[in-house]
Structures are given as structure tokens and as C-alpha cells.
């Protein structure tokens, strides 16, 4: 089987710091990684190869050092890879995201399922996995904890919801999107490593996508970031010290008596 | 024709309206009222109580459109997608709004590119330039370390989710009157490559967000062995129990214990962290609690910010005497 798994460069998040005065990200020295939550989709896709046979092709859409994300997925074991990139794709929200990733997995073609992440931790959205599907005329099943079983024409599997696990029965092709628990990551091999080194990476522009100019990027994006502020949160916190024993007798009991006259006991 | 109108998607779990439905409708209500335009709430499945769809008109709603059939029962992404694209074509919304659950996170972005509509996900606050009708969507990005404001200028109907929780349901009116339409989807709109074959209840998930105690575990506690400590703070206090995502990253509690902005939403009206730094992502979760506690070794940290309570101190001394303490009380109560 041919599974593709959109991947996406983002900025270390947990390493971010923010420009206090204009409220942007400070983008110099923070290292780009795979979306943390996209190594969950190519664990499984590279599980799903491993027992069916068949080929994991990753691609991204971002600017040209998005290649280095592919590498690593190479690393890991995946088969080949494509980098989707052109300065039209600029300022691509959602919409424009999975038009073009949709466009760049037709020409790939021949697939059974394509597996996103659950999120990027950029964007943050989870907007793009359906979004390819809704591009393709695909079903999709978000969510998924579990895959249960892979057959010719369908799979089945567990999705996450508010009040448990869904289980679901998907004909092929079909747009899965993950979560954490579906499986541990793998780390890359040093046999990985070389091959992800010579391996030849094509990339491809608009132009060599069936897609409509004025449909990418920003222009083609139906919204606009119009502000961007830092958030402010305080509450004015009764704050105790609990040094020692008879202080943490005494805090405690003051926070019974405070949650006493809240009447929250 | 032009677009007008706010709708919400309302849900449903077996024919009974969800909570979600309400906290849309607070939403809706006060957008309806700015843009000076109705509210129609929006539902798709089968046998949908009757008493619940009059509820949705006596909490806010100016009309209820219910599309049913027996495929429509649970979510299923195309037919959903279907009937909401059926709606767009024939009503015009200009607004629609959904919860950002297992449901609206699927549904909305399959129906916007096919709308072709602008959807901004996990809104936190939503207001309306009164003049233009563009909606203002205001959410976090970047792991929360910023909020981003985003309007739709162009393309209508312009579609966002909101995190469940973050809103008040709205509360009955007394006599109010609305409109309620109850549809038969057609078969061309049930097609589905999706088939719901089974289905496995997990209540501890469940709890968490309807919990009105949340007691929250962070890294400060060191290592699974014990958490059974906050376990049986949390049995004192009739709390569920939650955690921070470094604590789920370890593996020391399952994912669906995550709070924050990966993970869960909760608005107790008492959340209590122990061992829990107060990154802005675990503030998305929980910032909306009532009452905030912290307990914290590090007097600098940020949880403090947004606590009602704090004490400074080590966990492993504090939470055991307060547990108890709260069991004498009340066993005296
Ligand atoms: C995109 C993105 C999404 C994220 N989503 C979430 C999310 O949904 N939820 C979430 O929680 N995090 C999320 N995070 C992670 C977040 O940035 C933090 O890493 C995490 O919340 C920290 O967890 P913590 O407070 O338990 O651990 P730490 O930050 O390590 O804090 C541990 C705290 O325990 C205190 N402590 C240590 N020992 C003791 C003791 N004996 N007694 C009392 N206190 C003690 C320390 O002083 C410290 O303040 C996200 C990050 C990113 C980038
Ligand atoms: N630029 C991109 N290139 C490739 N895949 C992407 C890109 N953006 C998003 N994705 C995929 O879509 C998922 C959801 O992303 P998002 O909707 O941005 O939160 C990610 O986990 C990826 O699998």
C-alpha cells in the first residue's frame, strides 16, 4: 500500500520567546523540528508499511529548509519524500494549505491513506487533515488512537472522543488524522541517517501542481491575521509560605478556612 | 442573495441536546445582538427530543433548523458535511459557529473548503464589527504565547470553533418563542465511507470536563509511583483528577487527563494544581476555573499569577495533611 504523511517544519515552541514590545516570536536561534505531534503519523504509516508492504512517501509544504524535515523522516524509515515549495504558498492559511497539499498528493496518486498529525503546534489548528480530505472527496477519520486493522478496501479503527473511542470502519482511500497514543515514535537510525543524506529530494513549485493561481497563498486565503497581542492573566493570589512543619499545618489550615468561605468544601 | 444570519451547530449524544449546544447559544446571543440579526441553531441527527429542541429556543435561539434521519444518529464526517452544505446553499448563513470537539474540529474545516469559507479553530473570544459584519475571532497561537485576532473580509460565510467550556451556557428566558423546523434528510445527503461499528465508553475522560473539583497533578511530583498521593486528595475533595502534559509525556497518567491548550478545557468552579508550573499552555485549560489553588516549591511560579490561593511549600509535606484535614472536616460536615 501507498500511505503519504504531510509533515510540517515548526519552530521549537517550547524553546519560544517573545518579543515583549511587538509581540512577535523571536524566530533566531529557535530550532525548526518536525511538528512533534507529525512523528505520531509516521510511526504508524512506517508500522503499516512494515506489515502490509508497500511505500511511505512524506511531503511538506514550506520554504526550502523544510527539506531538512524530510530528511529526518527518511531517517526514520520512510521510503521517499517531496517538498512542496514556491513563494506563492506564502501567508497560506488552512484553506490554502490543503489546496495545495491536496493538488501535490493527486500528483503523487496511487494512495490508500494519507496520515496527518493530529495538530501542528504552530498554527494549531488540526484544520488541514480534513481539509485535505474535503479537497480530495475523501473520508476522514480524526482522532484515531488505535488502528485495529488494515484489509484491501478498508481499515478499521479507534477514535478519540469526549466520552471514549469510536470504532470505525474506513473504505480506503481515506484521510486519517492521529493522536499521541497510537504509537511511540521511533528515533532515527544511523543507517537512516546516510540514506536520508544521499537520498534526492524533488521539489515542487506551483507550477508543477494542477493548481489555480489565485488560490494560493494569501491571496488565496479566505482569512487575514489582523492583530497579534501577548495574553495578560493575573488574579490577585493570597500567597503562604509552608517552610516547615507548623507552617504547613497553619497554611493548610488556612486554605480550608479560605475554601470554607468560598463554600467550596 | 446576500448572507445573514448567526447559526450554531448544535449536538447531540442519543437524541439529547449537549451542554456544547447552550455555550454556543451565550455565543451566538450576544453576536446576534450586535450584528442586530437572528440566531438559528443548527442540528443533525435522529429522534432528537422534542422537549430539548423547544430548550434551545428558551435559551436563546430565534429558530431551530433539525435535519434527522437514521444515518444522522452519530457523527459521521460526509453526511454531516452534506446537510451542513445543504443548509449554507439554502439559508445563506453569514456567521456559523461550532464547539471545538471530536465533532466540530472534523466537520467545520470538511465544510469550509467546500464553502469555501475562512474557519479560524479554538476561538477564545468572538466579537462582531457591527457595520462590515466581519467576525472577530481571537485565539491562541504559537503554544499559546500569543493571541492572534483574524477576520474573514471577503468570504462568506465565515465559520469558527470554540473551545467547549469556555462559555456559560446559556440559561432559560422565560417566554420566548421561536421557530422550530424539523427536516427529513434526503438519501442523497447520507451517503457514507465511514461506518460506526462499535463504540467503547471511557468514563474518567468524561469526568474530567464535567467535574465541578479538578485537582491537577504537574511534573513537581516527581514520578508515577506517586501520584496515588494527589489520587487520594483528590477522592477527599470529590475532584477528578488531571495533569499537566509533561506529567502525560512520561507516561505517569493517560492522555486523556491532559489539560491545557493540547489537551483538555476545564471550567471547575475549584481547580487545585500541585507540582504545576503555570505554562501559558496549561493556563489555556484551566484559566476560567472559579477558584484557583496552587501548591508550588518555586514562590516565582507563574501558576501564582493566576491563583486565588497560593502556598509556597513542598507538595509531598503539603498535600497529605490537607488531605486529611479535609477528610476530618468533612466527615464533620
Ligand atoms: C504547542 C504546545 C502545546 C502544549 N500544550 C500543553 C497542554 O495542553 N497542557 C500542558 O499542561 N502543557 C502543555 N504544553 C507544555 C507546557 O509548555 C509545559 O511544558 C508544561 O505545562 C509543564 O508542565 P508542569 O507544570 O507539570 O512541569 P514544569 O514546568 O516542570 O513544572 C513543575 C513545577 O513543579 C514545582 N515543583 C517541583 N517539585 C515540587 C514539590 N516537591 N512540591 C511542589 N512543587 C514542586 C516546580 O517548582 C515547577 O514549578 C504545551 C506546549 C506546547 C509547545
Ligand atoms: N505545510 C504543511 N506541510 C505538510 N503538512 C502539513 C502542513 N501544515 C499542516 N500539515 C499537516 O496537517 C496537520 C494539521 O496541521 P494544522 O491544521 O496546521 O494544525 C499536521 O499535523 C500535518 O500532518
Known amino acids: 500500500m501507498r500511505i503519504i504523511v504531510p509533515i510540517k517544519q515548526v519552530p521549537e515552541t517550547n524553546a519560544v520567546r517573545m518579543d515583549e514590545e511587538t509581540g512577535t516570536m523571536i524566530r533566531e536561534g529557535v530550532e525548526a523540528i518536525i511538528n512533534p505531534l507529525d512523528l505520531y503519523a509516521i510511526e504508524i504509516a512506517i508500522r503499516m508499511r512494515d506489515e502490509h508492504g508497500g511505500e511511505v512517501v512524506v511531503i511538506s509544504m514550506g520554504p526550502p529548509k523544510a527539506v531538512k524535515a524530510l530528511r529526518e523522516a527518511i531517517a526514520m524509515g520512510c521510503d521517499s519524500a517531496v517538498l512542496i515549495s514556491d513563494k506563492a504558498f506564502a501567508g497560506a492559511d488552512t484553506w490554502a494549505t490543503s489546496y495545495v497539499l491536496a493538488g501535490a498528493i493527486k500528483r503523487i496518486g496511487g494512495y490508500d491513506l494519507i496520515i496527518c498529525g493530529e495538530r501542528a503546534t504552530d498554527g494549531d489548528t488540526g484544520q488541514v487533515g480534513p481539509g485535505i480530505a474535503s479537497f480530495l472527496e475523501l473520508p476522514v477519520a480524526s482522532y484515531i488512537g488505535k488502528v485495529d486493522s488494515v484489509a484491501e478496501k478498508s481499515c478499521r479503527v479507534h477514535r478519540l472522543v469526549e466520552t471514549g473511542y469510536e470504532v470505525l470502519e474506513v473504505d480506503l482511500p481515506a484521510v486519517l488524522t492521529v493522536v499521541k497514543e497510537i504509537a511511540d515514535p521511533r528515533l532515527p537510525t544511523l543507517r537512516g541517517k546516510q540514506k536520508a543524506r544521499k537520498m534526492d529530494i524533488p521539489t515542487w513549485a506551483g507550477g508543477d501542481l494542477k493548481v489555480e493561481p489565485d488560490k494560493l497563498g494569501l491571496n488565496g486565503s479566505p482569512t487575514r491575521v489582523v492583530k497579534i497581542h501577548k495574553p495578560t492573566v493575573a488574579r490577585n493570589c493570597q500567597k503562604v509560605a509552608a517552610a516547615d512543619e507548623q507552617a504547613v499545618e497553619q497554611a493548610v489550615d488556612q486554605l480550608v478556612a479560605f475554601l470554607q468561605g468560598k463554600d467550596l468544601m | ?333
Open chain 2, 1 to 333: 442573495m446576500k448572507y445573514s444570519g448567526i447559526w450554531i451547530l448544535a449536538e447531540q449524544d442519543g437524541g439529547r441536546v449537549q451542554r456544547i449546544s447552550y455555550e454556543l447559544l451565550t455565543r451566538g446571543r450576544e453576536l446576534a445582538e450586535k450584528r442586530n440579526t437572528d440566531l438559528t441553531a443548527m442540528i443533525f441527527g435522529h429522534d432528537i427530543n422534542a422537549d430539548d429542541l423547544q430548550e434551545l429556543i428558551d435559551c436563546g435561539a430565534d429558530r431551530v433548523v433539525a435535519m434527522e434521519a437514521s444515518e444522522l444518529e452519530h457523527f459521521l464526517v460526509e453526511p454531516y458535511s452534506a446537510c451542513m452544505l445543504r443548509i449554507i446553499e439554502e439559508y445563506r448563513p453569514e456567521i456559523i459557529i461550532a464547539g471545538a470537539t471530536s465533532t466540530g474540529r472534523t466537520l467545520m474545516p470538511y465544510v469550509a473548503i467546500k464553502a469555501h469559507a475562512g474557519l479560524t479553530a479554538d476561538c477564545t473570544v468572538l466579537d462582531i464589527e457591527a457595520d462590515t459584519g466581519n467576525l472577530l475571532q481571537t485565539r491562541p497561537a504559537i503554544g499559546g504565547n500569543i493571541l492572534a485576532t483574524i477576520k474573514t473580509p471577503s468570504h462568506r460565510p465565515q465559520m469558527a470553533t470554540v473551545r467547549p467550556r469556555s462559555t456559560k451556557p446559556a440559561a432559560k428566558q422565560p417566554g420566548r418563542s421561536g421557530e422550530i423546523i424539523r427536516l427529513e434528510a434526503t438519501a442523497d445527503l447520507l451517503t457514507s465511507r465511514v461506518r460506526r461499528v462499535g463504540f467503547e465508553a471511557s468514563e474518567e475522560s468524561h469526568s474530567l470536563q464535567d467535574a465541578d473539583v479538578v485537582v491537577a497533578v504537574g511534573r513537581g511530583i516527581k514520578k508515577s509511583e506517586n501520584i496515588p498521593l494527589m489520587q487520594e486528595l483528590a477522592d477527599a475533595l470529590d475532584a477528578a483528577l488531571g495533569a499537566s502534559r509533561d506529567v502525560i509525556d512520561r507516561g505517569w497518567m493517560s492522555y486523556p487527563h491532559q489539560i491545557g491548550l493540547s489537551g483538555k478545557t476545564v471550567t471547575p468552579k475549584f481547580y487545585l494544581g500541585a507540582g504545576v508550573s503555570g505554562s501559558i499552555q496549561h493556563l489555556a485549560g484551566m484559566q476560567t476555573a472559579e477558584t484557583i489553588v496552587a501548591i508550588n516549591t518555586d514562590p516565582d511560579a507563574q501558576i501564582f499569577n493566576v491563583a486565588d490561593f497560593g502556598i509556597v511549600g513542598d507538595l509531598f509535606e503539603i498535600v497529605p495533611v490537607l488531605t486529611e484535614k479535609i477528610r476530618q472536616v468533612k466527615g464533620n460536615g
